[in-house]
């Protein structure tokens, strides 16, 4: 079974830059896009943004927009998420996950495969 990890995590500053890196262990013949959510502790899992293996077109939540940049490499089956300037509120678990689906990308229930997750800190 084809299992994703996430990696790159970990504890900046305010205004720091950090990538997260999604790599599937096998090919996702079944994967239209990969998604990337988040989870704060207390709050609910979040859509983040999204990036079809086709043409690389992404979508983004508003709150990351000009400061996250989502791009993939094919060959690899690796998905990345650079994160610029990042802020206290963007700290969270990071996980990436895969959809079958062109619709529905923003929910959390369109995605059939998810990693483990990958913990991202920001201290102000």
């Known amino acids: 079974q084809v299992q994703l990890v996430e990696s790159g995590g970990g504890l900046v500053q305010a205004g720091d830059s950090l990538r997260l890196s999604c790599t599937a262990s096998?090919?996702?013949?079944?994967?239209?896009?990969m998604g990337w959510f988040r989870q704060a502790p207390g709050k609910e899992r979040e859509f983040v943004v999204r990036i079809r293996w086709s043409d690389g077109s992404a979508y983004y939540a508003d709150f990351v927009k000009g400061r996250f940049t989502i791009f993939r490499d094919n060959a690899k089956n690796t998905v990345y998420l650079q994160m610029n300037s990042l802020r206290p509120e963007d700290t969270a678990v990071y996980y990436c996950?895969?959809?079958?689906?062109?619709?529905?990308?923003?929910?959390?229930?369109?995605?059939?495969?998810w990693g483990q997750g990958t913990q991202v800190t920001v201290s102000s």
């Open positions: 096998g090919r996702l013949f079944s994967s239209y896009a």
């Open positions: 996950a895969s959809t079958p689906f062109n619709t529905g990308w923003a929910m959390s229930s369109k995605y059939d495969l």
